[in-house]
């Protein structure tokens, strides 16, 4: 089943809060019971891959500035058929930022976080769901390219996150990230 090793990585994902639990919970629920759970044409919800790029000392996350959602977040984007949500995420952190040398921040491949977000409706889309499964990535190269997805891209200090984005989800990625940095 191309839904397997999403499934295990979910299964697996240490939860740290009572909100993560109720997130993993919806997320199983929706793979396990969507078998076009991966294909953007999938209406009411789709998988999404993310990706937090941290520069070479880690001390910066690469930030979008979305150019559809107006407003400041990771890298990321639709998994268009693939099951392997790593390689999704890889690929969209390499194509909206033009930096190749990209790898991740640790091993194993496991996500550091799950989320399901809201998409506002569009001229081209109704509303739908994100289920949005997220990795860390770092690079040594700095230099970054911003395509067409972006408005700008700019390299952010960890501890100045919440000055460009409030996102619930994307600040309770960094308190991961900080403490992965500590570790």
């Known amino acids: 089943m191309h839904r397997e090793k999403l499934l295990k990585n979910l ?24 078998p076009t759970c991966f294909e953007r044409t999938h209406k009411p919800g789709h998988i999404t891959g993310s990706a937090f790029v941290l ?21 990321g984007g639709h998994a268009d058929g693939c ?33 399901i977000h809201e998409i506002p409706a569009s001229s081209k889309e109704d509303t739908h769901l994100h289920y949005d499964v997220r990795y860390v990535f770092h690079s040594q190269d700095n230099n970054f390219i911003c ?29 991961k990230i900080d403490a992965m940095n500590r570790a």
Request: glycine share 0%; aromatic share 8%; hydrophobic share 35%.
């Open 147 to 175: 395509s067409s997805e972006s408005l700008d891209l700019k390299w952010i200090p960890l501890q100045e996150i919440s000055s460009y984005c409030t996102e619930r989800s994307v600040l309770r990625v960094i308190r």
């Open 83 to 115: 099951p392997n949500v790593y390689d999704v995420a890889h690929r969209e952190a390499v194509e909206e930022s033009g930096i190749s040398t990209i790898i991740p921040y640790s091993l194993p491949l496991a996500p550091i976080d799950f989320d």
């Open 11 to 34: 299964a697996d994902h240490h939860v740290r809060s009572s909100e993560e639990e109720k997130i993993i919970l919806r997320f199983t629920k929706f793979v396990e019971t969507t």
């Open 55 to 75: 520069s070479a000392d880690r001390s910066c996350v690469l930030l979008t500035h979305h150019a559809k959602l107006k407003k400041w977040l990771n890298l």
